[in-house]
């Protein structure tokens, strides 16, 4: 077996009297595609803050290409690798789609003309390209998850933490996205993706974990995954796979 | 050298006046409001290019006309010296107050009003302490010689105070074409999406305000040799808070020569102001407010934004209005 990129182990995340992470552990294996699905409020967007340095975690620990990473400032992990997108489109709304991509590009450009150069060729690479000297705060919500993706990239990471970059596009859109994501995948770029969109985690990921109310409760391939009892009911409640299955009393 | 272009030859222009005319009352209507420009220049870069609006920027004016003031007179230091000092001892006054300000994650009002407060603490320190001079102030020895910093006409001093704002124009200039100021313009947009990107946005909002403190207290420097008196209220008084920022948001915040713009605007106003009134005190403070509320509301990018949206209209009437890099908030 391959050694993780990332690994989350045991991690607890609690505000106030609630537990919004309840030991919850996945991993994720170098270049390939790694999906973390669940019902809303399951956790997921939490522990991609924890991840990334926004939230500091109750207990448990990140590992991250062999070192402890739990407590370190976003900016800080950025500079190591770990780029990520918001659920809610953030994009520097005053600047234009190159100025955007360009202060990703800065992190191993500290020439100007060098990162807007660079910001054109992401751009182009993520179907942004006609778009370059638009304001941000003009882009549609596609546009707005495509510029995400290409200021994250624009970093160089080794570790992408996309969350829900799909949600909000119509059908056509996400067809149109997912052979992008692939093709970071490609490039050697290790993905975690939050994700509701079904069809695009089965076409994309190469593992699933699930999380419900904090915890991981079940991981695998997408196939087994989403033939799994306990997702099933996870999502659809007590009893839900029973009667879907034809196997339970109705 | 084509990015020097515009300042260059405003600043030319500008430098002609003396040999045009030789009144004082021009001349010092000019001197105060190139002041108010190299003052609200510091308050741009970090209000404007940073959006950290700060109210308290005279926290760094009076540090830098105190020091002038006091090292000449106390302890004999040349006049020239102690302006470098005093830029110096400005600075520092900003990276502290900075330091704590962003070390405890203030931000929007709650920022403004720490450098308030940070800005009445050292005038009430500076109208009670010795050093200072307390309440009588401090008033620096008539010695007109270009080496003391003073000289028999205003026209050198209306040189020296251009040459501070042609300089605070390209250091702007040049911080806007660079990964700095790329970083502080994503720290005014989104601090959370910064910090995704790797910009370490402490450092960067302390950068700013440091490079801002210096500025401004080379406008206090400026102010204790011009007017050869320094005490508490006008050192570290609200006026010159309140002037270093109407300065930029009236001509144009996040713009190169927005302060510029703004404070020639602000100072014919007030100077018609008192025209038409006969010097009532304080009116020109009413005006200021009305001017103020009326670019909010009506052009909150200010005179260069106007006049930005004019010369697209004018220049390019198909394409679309590309938006420029200082855009401030809507």
């Not at chain 2, 105060?32 to 220049?41: D, E, K, P």
């Not at chain 2, 005279?58 to 105190?66: D, I, N, S």
């Not at chain 2, 309440?135 to 020895?141: E, F, P, S, Y």
Request: hydrophobic share 50%; glycine share 12%.
């Amino acid at each position: 077996m391959v050694e993780a990129l990332l690994r989350v182990e045991q991690v607890s995340k609690r505000f106030g009297g609630l537990l919004a992470l309840d030991r919850a552990s996945f991993a994720a294996e170098p270049s390939r595609i790694t999906a973390l699905i669940g019902p809303n409020g399951a956790g997921k967007t939490t522990l991609f803050s924890i991840i990334a340095g926004y939230l500091p975690l109750s207990a448990g620990r990140i590992v991250y290409d062999g070192a402890s990473i739990a407590g370190e400032r976003p900016y800080r992990l950025a500079r190591r690798g770990i780029a990520r997108t918001f659920q809610i489109a953030q994009p520097f709304m005053g600047l234009t789609v190159r100025e955007n991509i360009a202060v990703g590009a800065h992190l191993s450009r500290p020439a100007r003309a060098d990162a807007l150069v660079a910001a054109g060729d992401i751009a182009r690479e993520i179907g942004l390209g006609d778009l370059l000297d638009r304001p941000a705060a003009t882009l549609t919500v596609a546009g707005r998850k495509r510029l995400e993706l290409a200021r994250a990239l624009a970093i160089g990471p080794r570790l992408l933490l996309l969350d829900e970059v799909l949600a909000g596009l119509n059908p056509s859109e996400i067809r149109d996205m997912v052979p992008v994501i692939r093709a970071i995948r490609d490039r050697g770029v290790t993905i975690v993706m939050i994700e509701h969109v079904m069809q695009a985690v089965m076409s994309l990921a190469e593992r699933v974990f699930v999380l419900s109310e904090g915890r991981v409760i079940a991981d695998g391939p997408p196939e087994a995954i989403v033939a799994d009892p306990l997702v099933v009911e996870a999502y659809l409640g007590r009893g839900a796979a029973g009667r879907m299955m034809g196997t339970g009393h109705a | 050298m084509r990015r020097f272009a515009s300042t260059l030859a405003v600043v030319a222009l500008l430098s002609t006046v003396p040999l045009i005319t030789s009144s004082n009352v021009v001349l010092n209507f000019l001197v105060v409001a190139l002041l108010i420009a190299l003052v609200g220049q510091g308050w741009n870069l970090l209000g404007g290019y940073g959006g950290q609006y700060s109210f308290g920027h005279a926290a760094f004016f009076g540090t830098g006309a105190y020091a002038t003031a006091v090292l000449q007179v106390r302890y004999g230091i040349n006049a020239w010296l102690g302006f470098g000092i005093g830029i110096a001892a400005g600075a520092l006054v900003g990276a502290l107050i900075g330091a704590l300000s962003f070390r405890y994650g203030l931000k929007g009002s709650y920022f403004a009003l720490v450098t308030l407060a940070f800005a009445e603490v050292l005038r009430i320190i500076a109208s009670v302490a010795p050093a200072t001079g307390a309440g009588v102030g401090t008033l620096i020895k008539l010695d007109l010689r270009p080496e003391a910093f003073q000289f028999q006409s205003r026209a050198p001093f209306y040189w020296i105070v251009l040459g501070l704002v042609g300089v605070s124009l390209m250091l702007v200039r040049i911080i806007e074409d660079s990964r700095f100021g790329a970083y502080l313009v994503a720290v005014r947009e989104n601090e959370d999406a910064a910090e995704a990107l790797g910009v370490n946005t402490t450092i960067v909002k302390l950068g700013a305000m440091t490079i801002s403190a210096a500025i401004t207290a080379a406008g206090g420097c400026f102010y204790a040799q011009y007017f050869l008196f320094v005490d508490a209220g006008i050192a570290y008084g609200p006026w010159i808070s309140v002037e270093a920022l109407l300065a930029p948001i009236i001509g144009g915040v996040g713009t190169v020569f927005g302060p510029l713009l703004g404070a020639l605007v602000v100072k014919t106003l007030g100077e018609f102001a008192k025209l038409a009134t006969g010097d009532a005190p304080g009116l020109d403070l009413v005006i200021y407010g009305c001017v103020l509320i009326l670019v909010v509301a009506v052009a909150p990018r200010g005179i260069a934004g106007i006049l930005s949206d004019l010369r697209h209209r004018v220049l390019a009437p198909k394409t679309a209005a590309p938006a420029s890099l200082g855009r401030g908030h809507g």
